[in-house]
């Protein structure tokens, strides 16, 4: 089983990034998909959810309007879409995949917000 998160980075405050996460060795359609972020010395936090047929979406109320998570099942392979990025958004960002009890995580991607 694998979760391998790219996109990451250093991007301007109001800048854009987009993160994918590419899933393989197991039931990519099945699982529920999940975005988390951890900035040192804070605990690791929910950032965004997707259904696994990808019709139901959950924020943060932190990122609510300003990010975005897709999924597409035929590429085993979710995304998160970063807008207005703000400097608080700074953090290590990972990949959650979830059915019932088993639950697997990416190594996580660094993104950076500063000018």
């Known amino acids: 089983v694998m979760l391998v998160e790219s996109g990451g980075g250093l991007v301007q405050p109001g800048g854009s990034l987009r993160l994918s996460c590419a899933a393989s060795?197991?039931?990519?359609?099945?699982?529920?998909m999940s975005w988390y972020r951890q900035a040192p010395t804070k605990a690791r936090e929910l950032v965004a959810t997707?259904?696994?047929?990808?019709?139901?979406?959950n924020y943060a109320d932190s990122v609510k309007g300003r990010f975005t998570i897709s999924r597409d099942n035929a590429k085993n392979t979710v995304y998160l879409q970063m807008n207005s990025l703000k400097p608080e958004d700074t953090a290590k960002y990972y990949c959650?995949?979830?059915?019932?009890?088993?639950?697997?995580w990416g190594q996580g991607t660094q993104v950076t917000v500063s000018s």
């Open positions: 959650n995949g979830r059915y019932g009890v088993i639950s697997y």
């Open positions: 060795g197991f039931t990519f359609s099945s699982y529920g």
């Open positions: 997707i259904t696994s047929a990808g019709g139901s979406t």
